[in-house]
C-alpha cells in the first residue's frame, strides 16, 4: 500500500485531498496542529495515522521528521500544504505574528522537504507536492509576510526540482488563488487582501484534484486557472505594473468579497 503525509490535513484543501488519496487506497500521514478535527478525520478514513504537531514548535517539528526518516515503509507523495496569513500591514503587526508565518509557511515547508528528499532518494522514488499560492506570483498588500513565505517557498521548490532532476523523484508546486477554505473565510471577515477575492473561489475538491493531476503528469506548476498563470507572471516580469493596476482590481476585489460574505451569510455562517 502506497504512503502519503499530508501537511494542514485538517484544513480545506488538506482535508479534501487526504480524501481523494483515500479513496485512492493510500495509506495517509495526516499531521495537523487541531487534534480534534484530524483525529476525527482520521476516524473517518482507514489506514490512518494523525500526528499533531505545531509545525511552529521546533522541536514538536524536529520528531516528526525524526519519525518520517526512521519509518522502513515507502513514501510515495509528500504533500506540504499547512500555511497560516494574517491581514494586517506590516508597521501594524506584531513582531511575533510575522516570525510565526515564517516558520509555518517557510522554514517548517523546507525543512519537511528536505526530509522528504532524502527519503525519496534512497527509495529512488517519490513526489514531493507543495501547495503555495498565487501570492507567490502576485503580492499581496495587507498580507505582504504570506506573499514573502510563498515567494521565497516558490524558489526553493523550483530549486528542488532542478536538484532532483532525473533521480526520479519528482517536485510539483500548486497555485491556487482563492479557495473556499477556513482561512478565506476567516479572511473575509477580517480584511483580507482584495485580490484574494478578484475571481470566484474554487472549492477545496477543486484544487485536490489539481494534485492529482500533478501527480500523474509530474510538472513543475500548476495554477486554479489560465488567468492566473498569466496575471502573475506579467506582474513578475513588471513588478510596478502592481501599483498602478492595484486601485482596479481592488475595487474588483472588494465586490467579490462582499458578494462571497453574502454567500456564507446564506449559508448560515456569520
Known amino acids: 500500500m502506497q504512503q502519503i503525509l499530508i501537511t494542514g490535513a485538517a484544513g480545506g484543501i488538506g482535508r479534501a485531498a487526504a480524501k481523494k488519496f483515500s479513496a485512492l ?5 495526516l499531521v495537523d496542529r487541531e487534534g480534534s478535527a484530524l483525529e476525527e478525520l482520521c476516524r473517518q478514513l482507514p489506514h490512518c ?14 520528531n516528526l521528521l525524526s519519525e518520517l526518516e526512521s519509518d522502513p515503509g515507502e513514501l510515495a507523495v509528500g504533500l506540504v500544504n499547512a500555511g497560516i496569513a494574517s491581514t494586517l500591514h506590516v508597521a501594524d503587526s506584531d513582531p511575533a505574528d510575522l516570525d510565526l508565518q515564517l516558520e509555518v509557511n517557510l522554514r517548517s515547508a523546507i525543512q519537511i522537504n528536505r526530509a522528504l528528499a532524502k527519503k525519496m ?10 501547495t503555495i499560492s498565487a501570492a507567490a506570483l502576485v503580492p499581496l498588500p495587507g498580507s505582504a509576510t504570506y ?3 510563498k515567494f521565497g517557498l516558490r524558489g526553493f521548490t523550483n530549486a528542488l526540482h532542478a536538484e532532483l532532476q532525473g533521480s526520479g523523484v ?19 471577515r477580517n480584511g483580507g487582501s482584495p485580490l484574494n477575492f478578484v475571481s470566484t473561489p474554487k472549492s477545496a475538491d477543486y484544487i485536490a484534484d489539481l494534485i492529482l493531476k500533478a501527480l500523474r503528469t509530474r510538472k ?5 486557472s489560465r488567468s492566473d498563470s498569466w496575471m502573475g507572471k506579467l506582474i513578475g516580469c513588471v513588478p510596478g505594473l502592481l501599483v498602478r493596476i492595484y486601485p482596479f482590481f481592488a475595487r474588483l476585489g472588494q465586490r467579490g468579497m462582499q458578494r462571497y460574505r453574502r454567500q456564507l451569510e446564506l449559508q448560515g455562517e456569520h
Open 25 to 29: 487506497g493510500y495509506s495517509l500521514w
Open 49 to 62: 495515522r494523525a500526528f499533531i504537531v505545531d509545525l511552529a514548535d521546533r522541536a514538536q517539528l524536529s
Open 121 to 130: 532518494l534512497t527509495q529512488k522514488r517519490g513526489h514531493i507536492i507543495n
Open 147 to 149: 506573499s514573502a513565505t
Open 170 to 188: 519528482y517536485v510539483s508546486g500548486i497555485y491556487p488563488s482563492a479557495v473556499d477554505t477556513p482561512m478565506l473565510r476567516w479572511e473575509a
Open 220 to 224: 513543475l506548476e500548476y495554477y486554479s
